[in-house]
């Protein structure tokens, strides 16, 4: 047994021997202590592992990046998931299972036009690797900047026809700079001048445009043309500030009042209770959707409609307050052709998928949050406006974080959903 030492501060000693042997002191108890040699763990009949090889890749060609899980199938794999390292360039992926033939991976979400997968098997020696071949791929970007915004510019509301064509209403510096469109392609273009932001656009049945800005009453322009009102209602306390319509040209509004409102391509109105303050409407398969926030929180309701357009009793499609909490608030939704709808939240992970049965996840979980490059990024701010481009692209706009006027922050992006819209 070694001897219990007392260690002190040391005291300035006037012979060197003294602190010689001190010195020593050490490696004599150690080697009073020791046994003999250790027991080598050096095995010269162990076999390397064979370098793994890959052979294939799926979904062929491209992915979407930190989408799609890609399967990689070749040879020499190992079957637990983290002796295996797949890297796509330099970014490690995700191994979310493995065998000795195949691997299931989900790449980060980093775009690339063109980048090598390569597999490192990690060896029962420690620190011994076994690399692969490479293998040439694309990783798709899930979504992409749209429209040009630049630093000073803030878009207060968007909105797209049957074609695919935007319009936006912007602001730059605070001021509005008028109604704009967006063709596919995100070239801008003026389409009318006003001086008010807008905070709903709808397209109209007579090709005109038609806005909402929270007052108590409706606007319409025309390309190239001046404001006009369209409805002004009563009492003057209404406020107006979603728009939408159904396939019989009605148009639908509402806000934080005690209704929601029908107006006739007539003018004429109906008007069917409900105390809360909507910030989204929209008709899909014979129903109007409304979001809208309660002393209980937000949630989405359903009012089925007759064949007179009129609504039927209110239910609770999606309990928004019980399923992703109390304080999350909503001011956007679309639904895609299967009867999903999107939901635009304020919370990081800004869209909530909700299937017909009433089930729901995130969407696209861990990438609408990402940066698309060093420099720009998408803020946790919440979603204003969902809208359908052509398939299958989905266009998000997301409000500009306060302060944030001449910084570079990607407030409208574009989503490749590979899926059909519902318009």
């Known amino acids: 047994m070694i ?44 076999q390397p592992l064979p370098d793994p090889v890959i052979t294939a890749v799926a979904p062929t060609g491209s992915a979407l990046a930190g989408v799609d899980q890609v399967v990689l199938t070749g040879q020499n794999f190992r079957t637990a998931p983290s002796d295996n390292l797949v890297y796509f360039g330099d ?19 980093v775009p690339a036009e063109s980048v090598d997968i390569r597999v490192a098997v990690v060896g029962v020696e420690v620190g011994s690797e076994n690399y692969s071949n490479s293998f040439s791929y694309r990783l798709n970007p899930a979504f992409t900047a749209f429209g040009s915004i630049g630093q000073v510019e803030d878009p207060t509301a968007i909105v797209t026809d049957d074609a695919g064509l935007m319009f936006m209403s912007l602001l730059s510096g605070g001021i509005s700079v008028g109604l704009k469109t967006l063709s596919t392609d995100g070239v801008r273009s003026d389409f ?89 409407l929209k008709v899909h398969d014979g129903a109007l959707f409304a979001v809208a926030g309660t002393a209980e929180g937000f949630a989405v309701w359903r009012f089925p409609m007759d064949a007179n357009s009129d609504l039927g009793t209110p ?80 266009y998000m706009l997301r409000e500009r974080p306060s302060g944030d006027i001449g910084k570079k922050a990607h407030v409208l992006v574009r989503i490749d959903t590979r899926k059909n819209g519902a318009r």
């Open 91 to 109: 970014d490690r992926a995700q191994v979310l299972s493995a065998s000795a033939t195949e691997l299931v991976v989900l790449p980060k979400p």
């Open 192 to 280: 009318a001048a006003t001086t008010f932001p807008w905070r709903a656009l709808a397209p109209g049945p007579d090709g005109l445009l038609y806005a909402a800005r929270g007052i108590r009453a409706l606007f319409r322009f025309a390309q190239g043309g001046s404001q006009q009102t369209f409805v002004a209602l009563t009492p003057s306390s209404l406020r107006l500030s979603v728009l939408t319509f159904d396939p019989d040209g009605n148009a639908w509004t509402a806000g934080d009042n005690a209704e929601i409102i029908r107006i006739a391509p007539d003018k004429t109105d109906a008007r069917f209770a409900f105390v809360a303050n909507v910030t989204a």
């Open 315 to 394: 239910t609770k499609y999606f309990d928004i307050a019980a399923e992703l909490g109390a304080e999350v608030t909503s001011e956007a939704l679309a639904f895609d052709a299967d009867g999903t709808m999107y939901l635009g939240t304020d919370r990081s992970e800004p869209v909530e998928l909700v299937y017909p049965g009433g089930s729901h996840e995130t969407y696209y979980p861990g990438v609408l949050v990402q940066p698309l490059d060093g420099t720009t990024r998408i803020p946790p701010t919440p979603v204003l406006d969902l809208a359908w481009g052509q398939d299958p692209y989905l």
């Open 3 to 46: 001897p219990m030492l007392r260690l002190s501060a040391p005291t300035p000693s006037r012979r060197p021997w003294k602190r010689a042997a001190a010195a020593l002191l050490p490696l004599m108890l150690v080697a009073a202590c020791d046994t003999g040699p250790a027991e080598s763990v050096y095995d010269p009949d162990r």
